[in-house]
């Protein structure tokens, strides 16, 4: 199964000594959290998701998150499993920007453009365990990472926190916070857990329902690089306004999905994102977020361990390559103005 074995991660954390504390400086270790019958395993390797366990409908605990064997499987990964990205997650063109005057040329990883923040970006990095509880109401995690000056060609000290609460109700709160040092920097985090209702291992996700609550989508060019463009996704395989199973229209596209939507709602607030529904499983997933955007992608580059559409993922985000779209919604961050990104899955059984 490709899962780290319990067996492993309680070495791991004994060997350690990481449980309701810190661990030593560039140690790499496995934590847990738990809250009745849900329970979510993180790593400090990117600040990473390794897997959420969850009752199904008939009371069948399943893991509903993909994820790999070892950790060190994590970090040869090129799928992004789980991980908290940025600096500037998604795609910059030409892996370039302009700010405050100041042309920054950043370390391109994607043919010539930039894709995830670069070859070592934050889910390629150790973060500290800052605070731990596995207990009482709400069982948190929070993870730091201190960003240098120049990191993959980015400008300014940041300093970045995500923090992973389980609330009641099989629900988990995610807050990723950012603080820009000295300069202006642009600044996009995403968590790019893999999801499959159904269980990791079950198969394709294509008869999974999903609505979107976003009217227009961001088209892009053949690298995947936005055009600037805002269109109405209306009449096009785009449109998820009304529930649909992912794979009605997923053969219109090339590989499958992979793009921005603008969600609908109030800017800033914490809004409806998207809800997902395996019929099999009776599972639901609701996603709330104070994002502009989400990424909707179908796993279509899945090629170790699952295969392709094993899984989505919901990415709630900036626009991509929006330091090069003054239209876009800005993601520059400031000293006086820092970063925060609220997300909110509630997890149920379908009635």
């Known amino acids: 199964m490709a899962k780290i074995s319990f067996l492993f ?16 400086k560039d140690a790499v270790g496995i934590y847990e959290l738990k809250r009745g019958d849900m329970s979510v395993k993180f790593t400090n390797w990117g600040a990473t998701i390794i897997s959420v366990v969850l009752p199904d409908k008939n009371g069948k605990l399943g893991d509903v998150a ?8 994590y970090m040869n990964d090129t799928t ?9 997650a998604n795609r910059i063109g030409g892996a370039n920007f302009v700010l405050n005057g100041t042309e920054y040329k950043l370390v391109a990883n994607e043919g010539k453009n930039m894709l995830h923040g670069g070859p070592k970006g934050f889910g390629d990095v150790v973060w500290k365990v800052k605070k731990y509880k596995n207990e009482g109401h709400a069982p ?27 609330l009641p109700k099989n629900q988990l709160s995610v807050t990723m ?27 394709d996700i294509l008869s999974e329902e999903i609505q979107l609550f976003a009217s227009r989508y961001t088209p892009v060019d053949s690298q995947l690089i936005p055009t600037g463009k805002l269109l109405p996704v209306k009449g096009t395989p785009y449109d998820f306004l009304k529930p649909n199973t992912i794979g009605s229209r997923i053969e219109e596209l090339p590989k499958g999905y992979d793009i921005n939507y603008a969600l609908d709602g109030t800017p800033g607030k914490l809004n409806k994102v998207a809800v997902v529904k395996d019929k099999k499983s009776g599972r639901v997933m609701e996603l709330l977020a104070n994002q502009p955007g989400v990424q909707f992608y179908t796993g279509n580059m899945i090629r170790f361990v699952y295969k392709a559409h094993a899984a989505l993922c919901l990415e709630t985000q900036g626009f991509p390559d929006s330091v090069n779209h003054p239209n876009f919604p800005s993601q520059i961050v400031t000293p006086e103005k820092p970063y925060k990104h609220n997300m909110l899955f509630r997890f149920s059984i379908a009635p």
């Open 140 to 166: 948190f995690i929070l993870f730091g990472y201190d960003s240098y000056d120049g990191e993959e060609g980015f400008p300014g000290e940041l300093k970045v926190t995500v923090g992973y609460t389980l």
């Open 80 to 88: 992004y499993f789980g991980a908290l990205v940025g600096r500037v």
């Open 177 to 203: 916070k950012a603080k820009a040092v000295k300069k202006d920097t642009p600044v996009n985090l995403i968590q790019h857990t893999y999801w499959n209702l159904g269980n990791h291992d079950s198969g």
């Open 9 to 24: 991660s309680f070495l791991l954390v004994v060997a350690f000594g990481f449980v309701n504390g810190s661990p030593p």
């Open 66 to 73: 993909l994820g790999y064997d070892t950790i060190t499987d």
